[in-house]
């Protein structure tokens, strides 16, 4: 069965199946991936519960065991797994291995937290009491991923999840479920008991609202859009499930006139457009003072002209297509309303035809452009980025704040003053200084603010705060 779901440790056909087709060649079918059923989602949560008090009590050198040989067979499978992601999702071999780099590296990570979990001790207020403070884990623990970090996402769940001794159910997103499926085939390899980590491939709206909505599910984490992440909220909380969002961003870069040039540039180059700008902390808001504006947009649009825009795979291409059809759709829709709006379309925008069909688009520049036009409020998810220009860092950050969103917000300046006035005063969970807003590290904790993010951060020893609960003891010693 090479591409069923797992469930109780046993793969399972689904009665359909649903083509994983490459978005640089729409003719290249990767494979047909089976579509799990509710009778699945039933299943699997029945073999989480199953599994978990076993798990939950489990050692955790058998936890960090597990964990640290499923980081090994990612990093020694590096390259296999590279291709299959660039080649179901669109970004380039060498953003894709950086990711499946990323994601062994997590499990490496969590490996160690397994045998670092900590407590802590008091002394009661009462005399011969003793205060135990723990932390347990959560129980059953859904977790639906989307499709623009493949392996990346579902590692910084399922890792942590495991870590801390949960059961686990993966959803990952329709459009990538192969280098979901190839994780699990470590993870079994690796000798995950039964029911300690599931895989459901198949739509969200019947899957995924399955799980969040099942009384099973001791916690829900998911990545994703706004409006989903909504509808998931709703689903868990009804039933008292623990929920962390990660959703969408607007992010800002702030390029004050006394950055280096060329810091600014890369900068805005790799955040605005490098793996096709679809990524959550992308920035897509240009925030330029007026004195270097002119020479900080010719510079870009030059960099701009130098990229490959071509299949993922290619040898050469620094800027893979858009991820399916809908997606493109969804992008040119927004270029064309930045133009209704009065925008200038300074550089690409348009769909570009290569050797072999796919949705390649070239990276979209617009200046003139007002952070109340509807291609500075809303997340458009592609390779699509607007200027603002602006009177000084005043009038900077007062534009970089006036969105809905929060998570990722960068400044490049040598001014040390502004850099830090910025740190303090962005309304964001993350802040970049002379750096892209998107790119991250894995220890250290991820996540928004305002209508980025819900529940407590993502990554590094942060995680804890999700997947474990805390336990007070007090004991008297008779
Ligand atoms: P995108 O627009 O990027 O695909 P979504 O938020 O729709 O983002 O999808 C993120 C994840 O949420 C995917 O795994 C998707 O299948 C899942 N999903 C979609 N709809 C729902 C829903 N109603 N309940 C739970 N999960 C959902």
Redesign the pocket.
């Known amino acids: 069965m090479p591409h069923a779901n797992l469930i109780g440790g046993e793969w399972v056909a689904g009665a359909d199946a649903a083509a994983n087709v490459n978005p640089s060649n729409v003719a290249d079918v990767i494979g047909d991936y089976d579509q799990a059923s509710l009778a699945d989602v039933d299943a699997a949560l029945a073999a989480a519960t199953v599994a978990a008090p076993k798990w939950s009590r489990s050692s955790p050198q058998v936890r960090s065991e597990l964990l640290d040989a499923v980081g090994s067979e990612i990093l020694a499978r590096r390259d296999e797994l590279a291709d299959l992601l660039a080649r179901e999702e669109g970004k380039t071999l060498n953003d894709a291995r950086g990711e499946v780099m990323r994601a062994g590296q997590i499990f490496k990570f969590f490996a160690g937290e397994a045998v670092r979990i900590q407590g802590e001790r008091l002394d009661s207020t009462r005399p011969d009491v003793g205060v135990e403070i723990t932390r347990e884990p959560v129980g059953v623990v859904a977790l639906?991923?989307?499709?623009?970090f493949p392996i990346a996402i579902p590692a910084w769940k399922i890792a942590p999840a495991l870590a801390y001794g949960n059961c686990v159910v993966l959803?990952?997103?329709?459009?990538v479920p192969a280098s979901a499926r190839m994780l699990a085939d470590i993870m079994q390899g690796a000798g995950c008991p039964a029911g300690v980590f599931g895989l459901l491939m198949g739509?969200?709206?019947s899957?995924?609202?399955a799980?969040?909505s099942d009384a099973r599910v001791d916690a829900v984490s998911?990545?994703?859009?706004v409006?989903?992440?909504r509808?998931?909220l709703a689903?868990a909380s009804a039933h008292g499930a623990k929920v962390q969002l990660e959703m969408g961003g607007k992010n800002p870069l702030v390029v004050l006139a006394d950055a280096d040039l060329d810091v600014a540039v890369r900068a805005a180059l790799d955040g605005a457009y490098f793996q096709t700008g679809q990524r959550c902390t992308a920035s897509s808001r240009l925030i330029v003072e007026d004195a270097v504006h002119d020479r900080f947009v010719a510079a870009l649009k030059q960099r701009l002209e130098a990229q490959v825009i071509d299949d993922a795979r290619g040898p050469d291409t620094t800027i893979g297509p858009v991820v399916s059809e809908m997606q493109l759709a969804q992008d040119m829709r927004y270029i064309e309303l930045g133009r209704q709006e009065g925008a200038t379309l300074a550089f690409g925008g348009e769909r570009l035809r290569r050797a072999t069909v796919g949705y390649y688009l070239s990276p979209a520049l617009f200046t003139d452009t007002a952070n109340d036009m509807a291609i500075n409020r809303d997340e458009i998810?592609g390779p699509v980025a607007s200027v603002i220009r602006v009177r000084d860092y005043d009038e900077a950050l007062a534009v970089a704040n006036d969105t809905k969103f929060g998570l990722s917000a960068g400044i490049c300046t040598r001014s040390l003053k502004y850099a830090t006035h910025f740190r303090r005063n962005a309304q964001a969970g993350m802040v970049m200084v002379n750096l892209p807003t998107a790119g991250v590290d894995y220890h250290a904790p991820f996540g928004g603010r305002k209508a980025s993010s819900y529940g407590s951060r993502e990554q590094g020893r942060y995680a804890a705060e999700f997947y474990t609960t805390v336990k007070t003891a007090y004991t008297l010693a008779v």
Do not use: D, Q, R, Y
């Open positions: 639906i991923t989307p499709w623009n959803k990952p997103a329709e459009l739509p969200g709206a899957l995924g609202h799980l969040a998911f990545t994703g859009s409006a989903t992440g509808k998931v689903a998810f």
